[in-house]
């Protein structure tokens, strides 16, 4: 068979847009690994986030001692570079499983119990990130996840720009590729030893290998069973996709979705062989993978059964400590919470917020932590030609995939420990790359690189900082503009600092609990607070429940917010008050050493019920900001050097 020129060119790398494609790769995969390599990670984290101690000790385990099992050797080496120990381990018991065969239907009987010997742990997360990082922490130590993740990253920019320059001038393909993988939150988690980065990488493959043949056309697909690359583009490929996304699906089960493209692109041209293949790799994948932890643990699910995480301040841990059951905070994942999920809240008034949250949320929206992606879709619904099938079937699955996540995670759908963007969205980020079309320009790489980086370049330059600071970033710039998501209220970052959450304010009898979520209010001083000089304070307001004992039993009653009532009290300057709620705004002016009580009225209040366990709270959106502010050192010689701007006491109102 023959082929024109510029196929054949393209394909065996001759082309300048190969050739400058092989030097970026070539560049910023060395300079991820000097990176990699000369970083202290340990000196320069001194401790853990996230889920990374489980990782982290099940990465060493795998590594020195190639077991899955936690042993009194796994909580040791952790002591070897953070003294802190590792606080947020997560651990559960093994299950014994008895099998036997019979002679009726269903001819396999399997029956477990809880393993009879105590001393016996397994690491309570998915294993499959830190078994293929294994290999590198063996060679470099801890260092090696970073190396792995260096790795990763290289391999994401050349699939990235191999895509793109199959269409596009090779100058553009190279400068949208790298703002999309660099100019947004993703660089921050090439620090986390979590699987989040690892996701994203999976997923980014996987679709490379599906879409890629469709982009160059299918004159190249023909020549591939003549050259050296059929694993790429010929039949095979999509089972490599396909083995991609079910390791994605394991470590993540919400990826699930992100194979339905592959499945229903082939049905739709009738490849009924090419579904099945499809079909068949991925459920094997997943299917090989979850057994693989029923063999370690007993178990299919590596968040059920006995379940339980462990830190220095509630007890410790396993073989420092004794008794599991006593010091250990159970964390157990059996069930779907659908009391929780279908209720109307949930369906309707928190879905609601939720939608916006995750496009515009100042924590956690897609725009500000993701935009090339959104700069992606806009290039794709603004195209006029080559709009394919198959990137309409991956823009529904992306919109699905953010649908179904916050009908499934209402109340946490940006993961937990003070996670910085969307940690559960960035295994789906990459497949809005593949809606790119045809780039004659690097302009659209610069409107992407200008718009995310007002938001993002702060955390790119210093992720490690941003990273055991997850609430500063978002007290800046134009972050002050998105909204904040009052419906993630216990899992924002301002969590990670005790003394700014849950502060109770207002009277003893009804106090309500208040989140300081920015730097721009001091701390709470007995039921009042100082909000800093020329800067504006945002808090969150969580409203109470109150408890009546009747005859017919204990009832509980959401308290809602009519009303706030501020006494607000200047310092030896003059100084303008602007307050503002979801539902009023008010400005207040006033004199030097002045006092003013304001009534400020409420809006209804943001449902928040994440188990149903515990009853409803009410949550609310506050802002006090003073345009003016005093040193008292300097104004009233009390030596006490903070920019204070209004003192504020609040009382809550309810209806």
């Keep these: 068979m023959t082929i024109d020129a510029p196929v054949a060119e393209r394909l065996t790398g001759r082309t300048a847009g190969w050739r400058l494609g092989a030097s970026a790769t070539l560049a910023l995969g060395a300079l991820l690994l000097t990176w990699a390599l000369t970083v202290d990670y340990a000196e320069t984290f001194e401790g853990f986030f996230g889920d990374a101690a489980t990782y982290y000790s099940l990465g060493h385990s795998i590594a020195a001692d190639g077991d899955f099992q936690y042993r009194r050797t796994d909580l040791e080496r952790v002591w070897h570079e953070f003294p802190v120990g590792p606080q947020g381990l997560f651990l559960k018991r093994g299950t014994d499983l008895d099998i036997s065969w019979q002679w009726t239907p269903p001819f396999v009987r399997i029956s477990s119990q809880p393993d009879p010997d105590l001393s016996h742990f397994y690491y309570a997360k998915a294993f499959i990130y830190p078994l293929m990082a294994a290999p590198f922490v063996r060679v470099f130590g801890t260092n090696g996840f970073l190396v792995f993740h260096a790795v990763l990253m290289t391999l994401m920019f050349l699939c990235a ?75 095979r490929s999509d ?111 928190v879905f609601r917020h939720n939608l916006g ?68 969205f960035l295994g789906t980020y990459p497949i809005f790359l593949f809606l790119t079309p045809a780039l004659q320009t690097s302009v659209p790489a610069l409107v992407a690189i200008v718009v995310s980086g007002a938001f993002t370049a702060q955390l790119i330059f210093n992720p490690v900082g941003a990273s055991l600071n997850p609430d500063q970033h978002t007290g800046r710039g134009p972050f002050r503009w998105l909204p904040i998501e009052l419906t993630l209220v216990n899992d924002l970052p301002v969590n990670v600092r005790p003394e700014r959450s849950r502060q109770p304010l207002g009277t003893d009898d009804a106090p309500i609990l208040a989140y300081f979520v920015d730097s721009h209010a001091y701390n709470r001083e007995g039921r009042s607070f100082w909000v800093k000089g020329e800067q504006a304070a945002d808090i969150i307001l969580r409203a109470p429940v109150t408890a009546d004992d009747l005859p017919t039993g204990r009832v509980v009653t959401p308290r809602r917010l009519q009303a706030v009532e501020l006494t607000l009290e200047s310092g030896p300057r003059a100084t303008i008050v602007t307050l503002d709620t979801d539902g009023a705004a008010q400005t207040v002016t006033l004199a030097a050493s002045a006092r003013q009580q304001v009534r400020l009225p409420m809006s209804r209040g943001v449902p928040y019920r994440p188990d149903p366990r515990y009853p409803t709270n009410y949550v609310y959106r506050l802002r006090i900001g003073a345009d003016r502010g005093f040193v008292p050192l300097f104004e009233t010689g009390v030596n006490d050097s903070r920019y204070l701007g209004v003192h504020v006491t609040l009382r809550p109102i309810y209806e």
């Excluded at 068949?280 to 007993?298: D, S, W």
């Excluded at 400590?321 to 949930?346: H, M, P, W």
């Excluded at 394919?388 to 991956?394: D, G, I, K, M």
């Design 161 to 235: 720009y191999a895509f793109l320059v199959a269409r596009s001038r090779p100058v553009a393909a190279a400068t949208y590729a790298l703002a999309y993988l660099f100019i947004c939150v993703a660089p921050v988690y090439l620090v986390w030893v979590t699987p989040d980065f690892f996701n994203m990488a999976m997923v980014t493959f996987g679709y490379f290998f599906w879409a890629y043949k469709d982009v160059v056309g299918p004159a190249a697909v023909a020549w591939s069973a003549k050259a050296r690359i059929r694993w790429l583009l010929g039949t």
């Design 239 to 349: 089972a490599v996709a396909a083995i991609f996304l079910g390791i994605a699906t394991f470590s993540k089960p919400t990826h699930v979705a992100l194979i339905l493209p592959l499945l229903a692109s082939a049905v739709l041209r009738r490849q009924w062989q090419r579904t099945l293949r499809i079909g068949a790799f991925f459920g094997l994948t997943v299917g090989l993978l979850f057994a693989a932890n029923v063999a370690i643990t007993g178990e299919w699910n590596y968040q059920g059964g006995d379940r339980r995480t462990f830190y220095n301040g509630s007890g410790g841990f396993p073989f420092l400590n004794d008794d599991f059951y006593v010091i250990g905070q159970g964390r157990t994942t059996n069930e779907v919470l659908i009391e929780v999920l279908t209720s109307k809240e949930a369906l309707v008034d």
């Design 357 to 424: 949250y995750f496009l515009l949320g100042r924590h956690t929206g897609f725009l500000p932590y993701f935009f090339p992606g959104v700069m992606s879709v806009l290039l794709f619904l603004a195209a006029t030609r080559d709009r394919a099938v198959w990137q309409w079937l991956t823009l529904l699955a992306g919109v699905g995939a953010a649908v179904g996540l916050i009908l499934y995670m209402p109340f946490t759908y940006s993961g937990g420990g003070a996670p910085i963007g969307n940690r559960y």
